[in-house]
């Protein structure tokens, strides 16, 4: 099924009030529980005492009590009152501020829900938003990625999304292709006349340049996703190369367990670290030698699946010790393995480095955790190494999210449809069935077009209260 939301003309739809806490489940300054729907208000005000809410004007802030249905007060609070249309949901919504504390908080909400309020749903304050046109389903998305960004550049490119950048971009896209859909069905009106298009270069030119700007949008997308989720850092070396020792130079805390007894990192650990705005998911592994040792080889296993999933691989190979065959072969099937993820060659302990001419690597760097010698020439090398296969520009719009690449490649690829059809001099119906599919699948970025599953998944993956 299908519903459409025309922003502009959008009627606010009052829907049945629902509440839920705003804030963080915890103790704290304070506390919001948030009410939204019709005569929002005017229903909260029945356990207020205080002001008639419903004699005041929107945007003001009353202080009252909260009395439950036991008439007992339930905590001193300010009630601050948005009216319809003015508000986040576009709805009537009544925010109550309460003193933090988990059962003081609770306590508001349930003499919210003893009157006719429901509990809100993960994200149905933003999905009342979205459908009442207070904002397009990417924004809405945006949403989410803001409350859920890791690092700075993630909550800027939320920011971006949040303030309509992208949906600006699909509406200028689906303007072409209406433009281009008028073109052709111009000229189906005038079938039976035998008028050719009025103008075939033109709607070609119009088409091939909107395939383009899909592409370079598009390609955004990489650099997108490493920036949302972060970018999966796997260091590889053999035991005691000093994996760990770096992976703590460079979060600064003792999170991975340094010893000097080989193959003490059994399992992997994850650690975030931040740099230059960027997230990084630095994965210590095991390394991925063979064994016997039961519980070794799952960390092994281990290994290989992180490194499967990595979006840099770094091998530490220790200077204080010769370069064995096996090892040299081991650097070799592990460069080969990580195919198209970029893949940095480090020597360690280089204070300590055995003085061989004879080992003929190639090392993209030779650093000491120990001396903290050459740490930021290598922070430097693993964010460009990083991001080495994507157009990264921190400045630009970027697509971060999988549900509008596909969106997008799927509309790039009916708009090239109606190109090879163009070209074939295929008729008109023919174009016009992939223009207009081209359409459909642009409006489920911004959601002219969407489907209850959609928005299902889209809003489960809200906090309850946003
Ligand atoms: P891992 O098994 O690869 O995680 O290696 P560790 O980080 O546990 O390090 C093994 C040993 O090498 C420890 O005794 C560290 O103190 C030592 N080590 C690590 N990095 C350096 C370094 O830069 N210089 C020196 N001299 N020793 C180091």
């Known amino acids: 099924k299908e519903a459409t ?10 829907n049945h009030p629902i509440a839920a806490i705003a804030t963080p489940v915890g103790e704290g300054g304070i506390s919001v529980i948030r009410v939204s729907g019709e005569n929002a208000i005017a229903t909260v005000n029945q356990s207020f005492e205080g002001t008639d809410l419903r004699e005041q004007d929107s945007h003001t802030v009353h202080f009252g009590k909260i009395i439950d249905s036991d008439d007992k007060v339930v905590d001193e609070v300010l009630a601050t009152l948005f009216h319809s249309p003015k508000s986040y949901t576009g709805e009537e919504i009544i925010e109550i501020s309460c003193h933090g504390g988990v059962l003081v908080t609770q306590a508001v909400l349930e003499a919210m829900l003893d009157l006719d309020i429901k509990p809100a749903e993960p994200g149905e304050f933003t999905q009342r938003a979205f459908l009442n046109g207070k904002m397009e389903l990417s924004q809405a998305e945006a949403v989410a990625d803001l409350i859920h960004a890791k690092s700075k550049k993630a909550l800027d490119s939320a920011h971006q999304q949040l303030e309509g950048r ?4 699909i509406s200028e896209f689906r303007q072409q292709i209406i433009d281009a859909t008028a073109m052709v069905e111009l000229e189906l009106d005038f079938v039976e006349e035998d008028v050719e298009f009025a103008n075939k270069e033109e709607l070609k030119e119009l088409l091939v340049e909107l395939d383009d700007e899909i592409d370079n949008l598009l390609a955004t ?4 996703r490493l920036v949302k989720h972060g970018i999966k ?3 590889v070396g053999l035991p005691n190369a000093g994996k760990s020792t770096l992976l703590n130079t ?15 990192t059994r399992d992997t650990i994850d650690v975030d670290w931040s740099y230059d705005g960027l997230r990084f998911i630095l994965t210590d592994t095991a390394g991925l030698r063979d064994t016997d040792d039961v519980v070794e080889a799952e960390g092994v296993k281990r290994s290989q699946q992180a490194f499967e999933k990595a979006d840099l691989a770094v091998y530490l190979k220790d200077l204080s010790r010769k370069l064995t065959t096996e090892e040299r ?5 592990i460069q080969k393995k990580a195919g198209d ?14 003085d061989l001419d004879d080992e003929r690597m190639d090392y993209d760097l030779k650093i000491s955790a120990l001396e903290n010698e050459k740490i930021d020439e290598l922070k430097k090398l693993l964010k460009q190494r990083a991001l080495e296969n994507t157009e990264y520009d921190s400045s630009s719009l970027l697509v971060t999210s999988s549900r509008h690449r596909d969106a997008l490649q799927n509309a790039q690829e009916n708009v090239q449809s ?31 077009i969407t489907t209850e599953d959609i928005l299902d998944s889209i809003f489960s993956r809200f906090c309850i209260g946003k």
């Open 5 to 14: 939301a025309d922003q502009k003309e959008k009627e606010i739809t009052q």
């Open 166 to 169: 992208l949906g600006e971009h």
């Open 221 to 224: 997308y990489e650099t997108g």
């Open 233 to 235: 850092t796997v260091f």
């Open 250 to 264: 460079l979060v600064g805390k003792d999170r991975a367990i340094v010893t000097d007894i080989a193959g003490t």
């Open 329 to 333: 072969e081991d650097i070799a099937e």
């Open 341 to 354: 993820t970029p893949f940095v060659l480090i020597g360690t302990k280089h204070d300590i480095a055995l």
């Open 418 to 448: 109606a190109i090879q059809a163009l070209d074939q001099g295929m008729t008109g119906d023919f174009l016009s069935i992939d223009l207009r599919s081209a359409l459909k699948d642009l409006g489920t970025i911004t959601g002219e």
